[in-house]
């Protein structure tokens, strides 16, 4: 009888505790939404990437994370389940041309064409209409603007990342220049970024800061 009394009362003790350990975990995690309203965004050129898109989106998945991807409209045809679970997972997904070209270098119609092309190989595959475009090298111009009803998203922070491939580097980079509004150019081709990336991630959140798609940060 006694034996069965102690036995209750530690039960009961060990889920009190329990009780306890969850709800300070609760309050962790609430901790982590943005209480000062700062919000920044990481986005990803370049890709998909078989291997690194996949282990960044695991990244992001975990961690509750929403980035911008500016895909190559040639890298998608190989990479559809990749395209198709970015945009399921609410990442935004805007064109980076079909085949990666200095936009200013070519005729108008042909630029455009390249940031179309783009555009129609994603809205097969993931059935969105696409509404950003980011211009490799940010090579743009007024022209551009007035003959393509897309947005262009430049970056406020640009980590070299495809340099120097050094995670390290890129992570106390970002964190030294961060501010509300940054938008962070990374690219989904290499170990280094993903791993950087998820670290910015971890670190940043911790500072108050919200991460979101590039649309969230662009009032127009
Ligand atoms: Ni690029």
Redesign the pocket.
């Known amino acids: 009888m006694w034996k069965q009394k102690g036995l209750v009362i530690c039960l009961v003790g060990i889920l009190f505790v329990a009780g306890l350990w969850r709800n300070q975990r609760a309050w962790e995690a609430d901790a982590l939404v943005s209480p000062e309203g700062k919000k920044i965004a990481l986005t990803f ?2 890709g998909p990437h078989s291997k690194y898109t996949e282990e960044l989106l695991d990244g992001l998945k975990e961690r509750g994370v929403k980035v911008s991807f500016f895909v190559l409209g040639s890298r998608v045809v190989s990479n559809r389940e990749l395209v198709q679970r970015m945009a399921e997972e609410g990442h935004l997904i805007g064109s ?1 041309t079909y085949s ?1 070209v200095e936009l200013t270098q070519y005729e108008l119609t042909e630029a455009v064409c390249e940031i179309e092309q783009a555009c129609e190989v994603l809205k097969e595959v993931t059935g969105q209409e696409i509404e950003y475009v980011r211009p ?1 090298y940010g090579s743009w111009s007024e022209a551009l603007t007035d003959a393509t009803s897309l947005t262009m998203v430049k970056w406020t922070i640009d980590t070299l990342d495809w340099k120097y491939k050094d995670a390290d580097r890129i992570v106390s980079q970002v964190l030294k220049e961060a501010q509300d509004g940054s938008i962070i150019l990374m690219h989904d081709r290499y170990a280094s970024s993903v791993d950087a990336a998820l670290r910015i991630v971890d670190a940043l959140q911790k500072e108050g800061y919200e991460f979101v798609t590039v649309d969230e940060l662009y009032v127009d």
Do not use: G, L, S
């Open positions: 050129d370049d980076h990666h490799p």
